[in-house]
């Protein structure tokens, strides 16, 4: 339960390192590296060579198994014929947790050591060229890049001496080699038993252990973030592990290192299967669970959220169903809180279901992101359809227990309005909301899951404040005549919800799709207005109730394949290029700022930000007298190269604004909420 979404980080990682890495030239190289050779050699003898890097301050490289997030190094060596390389020997590296995730990571210089093998026919007195192509991923805490380096250098081979000695190494060798952990010369065992993996390793208990840590080398194995326990049985070192929830193997061994200290002190091992000790006792090692502290604030910030979207101009339209139940709440004190807490269990179990979908697709190798039902086209016109429903039950064209829209209130009814509530409401991620949701992905599954609860009871506050507030209640207006009045206007902005979809499944799927759909929508509105007339003469509507439900089953079927990819958005006055890695990586070499941002035609707040502050001539006025580029990321198609980068700020959805000072530096993502104050502010600084 606590892996499958520190798998999918690394796998996006891993994605952004191998699918978007750059050139060299196109981005500037945080991680210095240089390849050294410790001497020369006889033919067949052996030479140290080193990787050496030296981390810009604030910057990070990463171990062979990077942890939860983070790319391993790849090398691609090229030397000469008959030569042979050792696997690389690396120190023992950090651990840096980030969001509840656990990163190997080096934060200080380091090098990678490794073996080159002279071939043994060499010729004496050569010099033999010696390369390797290094890719690698460089991070900070914020943001990572990934970098690649072709370094070279040259061994000499030395005449063969008889008994000759090894060649001394130099001083910067003899540093390197000390920061390598020690290999134990004793046999390790591990045991698998349920959740745990345990492993017994021998070790004098003479040996100090102010902050062990066990890094396993061997992916899909433990749970890198989770507490690690040590116990101290004689001369044995006991330590138990929890193993990997999603994907987890049983190895034939497993090899890792031991740190003793922060230091950097340690041994490297090779364990396999056999008899681990029980009991032992305890160490006090300060070694714990990653403390969720900040998990109160993010629940705050996604109750904040949820309760914002109930004024959000993204959301209007669903406050319409709102209103009706707010009306009823004034019938009964029972009837009012039935139906708020049937409300609100609807909410959450929507913004639960929602969750859970997310973070199974996401493990699946799914490149998806909150909202990601409204990047179907086939979930855009299923809404399409149901919203020219409402719209014609609102107009009182027919009466049907549609959810939440009984002439008398009830519980189910309240529960069905709360899940419909919820799925729409949903994708406008509000200013309090983006990091909560950006970390639900992140964290254990129980604490992602405990934010998108967080989250659909924020949207269903106020209703269950009046369901159990009798202040409150008492201040609602009475029922009445004035209900059908108020629900005929209603019909208004469920209308302009249904062209908002009509409008974004254009967008989705081309207009042939969109108006196929709307189409259907008419058609199954025609159905509706018989079903209505039938109603009213106080006949059996089953056969016109049975043809609307028979065009929606065909509309779904028939509409997947008029799906077409729609052309290009047209091009606003900030001329913005669509954003890429490269892109990026182009427009922050050139030395300027740049202004990178996020949206999708279905999310309003975007919409509302562009028009209010982005796509402004005061803004363009500015940019252009600073230089600045702007660059924009279309997410209303699913995107994956988008939703990696979004995952990597910690972002769930859009929007999402990033500006980039000029000369580079850590990117300063902007509020949710834009001014164009705040845009010219930030061009004229």
Known sequence: MMRSYRLLVALLWQACMLLL????????????AELVAAGSAAPG???????????????????????????????TWNAPIGARISPPRYPVPQTLLISGLMNHVYEHDYAVLQTLTLPADAREGAELPVSVKADWLACTKEICVPETAELSTVVRVHARQPGEAPQPISRQFDTWTNQLPAPLGAPVQFAIAGETIRLAIPLPASQALPQPHLFIGTDHVTEYAAAQQFRRKGDMLIVELRRAKFGAIVPDSVKGILRFNEAGDGVSFAAAPGTVPSGGTLLETGTTAPALASLPLLLLGALLGGLLLNVMPCVFPILSLKALSLARAGESEADARREGLAYTAGVVVACMALGALLLALRAAGQQVGWAFQLQEPLVVAALLLLASALTANFLGVFELAIPGFASTGSAKGAF??????????????????AAAMGAALLLPVAAGMALFAALGLGIALPFLAIAFIPALRRRMPRPGAWMVKFR?????????????????????????????????????CGALFAVGARQRRGLSALLP?????????????????????????????????PFSEEALAKARASGKPVFLYFTADWCLTCKVNEASAIERDATKR?????????LVGDWTRRDPAITRFLTAQGAAGVPLYLWYPAGGGAP?????????GALTGLAGS
């Not at 209308?495 to 254009?506: C, D, E, Y």
């Not at 081309?510 to 008419?522: E, K, N, S, Y």
């Not at 394949?561 to 900030?574: K, N, W």
């Not at 500015?622 to 702007?630: H, L």
């Open 545 to 577: 109730a049975l043809s609307a439900c028979l065009l929606a089953a065909a509309a779904l079927m028939a509409l997947p394949a008029s799906i077409r990819t729609p052309g290009a958005a047209e091009q606003g006055i900030l001329n913005a290029k």
């Open 622 to 630: 500015a940019f252009d007298k600073a230089g600045v580029q702007v």
């Open 416 to 433: 069905a309005t709360g899940l419909l509530a919820a799925f729409v409401a949903t994708p406008c991620t509000g200013p309090f909301m």
């Open 45 to 75: 003898g052996d030479v140290q060579l080193a990787i050496a890097f030296r981390p810009e301050p604030g910057w990070h490289g990463y171990w062979l198994n990077p942890g939860d997030a983070g790319v391993g190094m790849a090398l």
């Open 488 to 524: 005929r206007w209603m019909a208004l902005p469920m209308g302009l919800t249904a062209l908002a979809l009509l409008w974004l499944a254009s967008r989705l799927g081309g207009w042939t799709f969109a108006l196929l759909a709307l189409a259907f929508a008419l058609g199954i």
């Open 668 to 676: 300063q993502q902007l509020p949710q909420v834009l001014t164009e």
């Open 21 to 32: 890495a750059l050139p060299a030239s196109a981005a500037p190289t945080h991680l210095a």
